[in-house]
């Protein structure tokens, strides 16, 4: 298969398939081939996608995935042997919530460098903005795949398995808080890698943090983008929501499958729990005006979620 310029142009300086179109040149195809279709499209992305890169990047598969990477074949090699187990331990943990269907591989694409990386990701990302660093991201669209710049197997494991989890949660149109909040709570169970901490300094920052026009932020998902600490402190809140929500799961499997991102989940939080998620927060600081208020949102520039 050789991709048209048409079917892969390069903008920004990468491969950036149209995938509208393939979509329809596969379906076009009897549904028996789809899966070997979309993975040859996968695998001509990324071998198009190195074309551009400095010598060196690779492509290797497994069963599941493809990684793109710069670095020695062992060191990719265990990468894909933890995908493979992380894969497994999200949809087991997260049965019912978490699924991994559809056509082709899980793709990852591991540059070498802090730059590429940005230059990469800049094309998803709005023109004008500020936005907090990323150490990985899962990019959604027609093919979701994640990206992250090279670091050592411990951080690059962690960066996967949050990674993943966000792969898994794709279908469902859930808020940000609940999303990055199973992230980050599968990236501790698969690695250790982010124990939770609330001890009074910290418990003093949220505190001195969260208002009633913060919150919005949280609700909307704006604040897990923000340039400073609000960010990392809109992440540890979302695992403490995920975790004081997570104890019946089966309500709690229910609530996230409904939960919607247009309300922060608070319909479904009054239909399984019994209560707006505003109660969440008021368990952790005290009461006050903490539940979503959508018609808030961007109220100011007048911009979508």
């Known amino acids: 298969m050789n991709p048209s310029s048409e079917m892969m142009p390069v903008l920004d300086g990468f491969p950036r398939p149209a995938w509208e179109l393939i979509i329809k040149e596969i379906e076009a195809s009897p549904e028996s081939t789809w899966q070997a279709r979309w993975t040859q499209w996968a695998r001509q992305w990324i071998n198009a996608t ?29 990468l894909l042997q933890f995908l493979s187990r992380a894969r497994y331990g999200i949809l087991s943990t997260l049965e019912g919530i978490a699924l991994d269907d559809g056509f082709g591989p899980h793709v990852l694409l591991m540059f070498d460098d802090q730059e590429s990386y940005y230059r ?58 609940l999303n990055e909040g199973l992230a980050m709570t599968m990236e501790d169970e698969l690695c250790g890698s982010q124990p939770l901490r609330m001890d009074n300094e ?5 505190r001195s943090f969260w208002n009633a026009s913060t919150i919005q932020e949280y609700w909307s998902g704006d604040a897990f983008n923000r340039p400073d600490e609000g960010m990392e402190l809109s992440y540890e809140l979302a695992r403490y929501c995920v975790r004081a929500l997570a104890h019946d799961y089966s309500a709690f499997s229910a609530f996230a499958n409904e939960a919607d991102m247009s309300d922060a989940g608070d319909s479904a939080a009054i239909q399984h729990f019994g209560g707006s998620v505003g109660g969440l927060i008021a368990q952790f600081f005290g009461d006050g005006d903490w539940s979503p208020k959508p018609d808030r949102w961007h109220a100011e520039d007048g911009s979508g979620v």
Request: charged share 15%; hydrophobic share 40%; aromatic share 16%.
């Open 120 to 177: 990469y990701i800049a094309h998803f990302y709005p023109e004008e903005g500020a936005f907090g660093l990323s150490s990985g991201i899962f990019l959604g669209g027609a093919y979701g795949h994640f990206a992250f710049p090279f670091v050592e197997m411990t951080e690059a494991e962690a960066t996967a398995a949050h990674e993943l989890t966000h792969a898994c949660l794709r279908h469902l149109p859930i808020p940000t808080w």
């Open 202 to 206: 910290r418990m003093h920052e949220h």
């Open 50 to 78: 190195i074309g551009v890169l400095p010598p060196g990047y690779r492509l290797i598969e497994s069963e599941h995935f493809f990684v793109m990477s710069a670095q020695e074949e062992r060191f990719t090699r265990l």
